[in-house]
């Protein structure tokens, strides 16, 4: 089963009223594990950012009049999303802007699966508040890095909110060799010197054939001695 949780970031808070997306950042999961696989861009949206907007992402309009267009970015987020279900956090505002700016060049609007994780935290844990910074808190997930919101950033915190949702299966966004990947297998091998090996004699495992003839069916026949 294939996920991508997708974030936006926007020039304001409606595109009805012209604001465009200025980011987009997803991140891939299957079977509820990361597969490594992200997607991240900015976009030159042609219109100057709020300035409430400015103090939550940390973009200027300079830096943004460089990039390219979500015309000219579409293409790879469409190939990356493919046919996965989509994880959004309150979906009614990002497919509102993604399928905005699809309307503005001419392309059909997303028709993937959505799960929306707001109202799924909310079920979830009974609670009315499902800000991602609360979601985050909750779950105890390092928030260190979110100086400012960023579409990918958003993305990797909202995976690890949605793992836990589902059922705890928090994960480490450093999917490569590293500090952390040395430290969790440090972890998992902690009880190694602990553990004391068995070993059968010719004697012990021919008992046992033995005694499996006797058996009808015996499901230790599936295993090699």
């Known amino acids: 089963m294939r996920e991508v949780v997708i974030d936006t970031e926007t020039t304001g808070l409606s595109f009805k009223s012209g604001d465009r997306i200025i980011e987009v950042g997803c991140v891939e999961l299957k079977n509820y ?20 907007a400015k103090n939550i992402v940390g973009l200027s309009d300079e830096f943004l ?8 970015n579409h293409k790879q987020m469409l190939d990356f999303i493919g046919d996965a279900t989509l994880i959004i956090h309150n979906a009614e505002f990002d497919l509102g802007f993604i399928n905005n700016e699809l309307l503005l060049i001419g392309k059909s609007p997303l028709d993937n699966k ?56 928090q994960f480490f966004m450093e999917l490569g060799e590293g500090p952390n ?11 190694i010197e602990k553990t004391k090996e068995i070993k059968l004699s010719k004697q012990d495992i021919s008992a046992h054939k033995d005694m499996l003839k006797k058996i009808k ?9």
């Open 33 to 52: 594990i990361p597969t490594g696989k992200s997607l991240q861009f900015y976009c030159r949206p042609d219109k100057n950012i709020s300035d409430g």
């Open 65 to 72: 009049k460089k990039q390219k267009s979500f015309e000219e």
């Open 114 to 169: 959505i799960i929306d994780t707001v109202p799924l935290a909310r079920k979830v844990l009974n609670t009315r508040i499902a800000n991602l910074d609360y979601l985050c808190r909750r779950f105890n997930i390092d928030l260190s890095d979110r100086e400012f919101h960023g579409a990918l950033l958003d993305s990797q915190l909202l995976a690890a909110v949605y793992l836990e949702l589902r059922g705890g299966k």
């Open 181 to 191: 990947a040395d430290k969790n297998n440090a972890t998992n091998n902690i009880n």
């Open 217 to 225: 069916n015996p499901i230790w026949n599936k295993f090699n001695y």
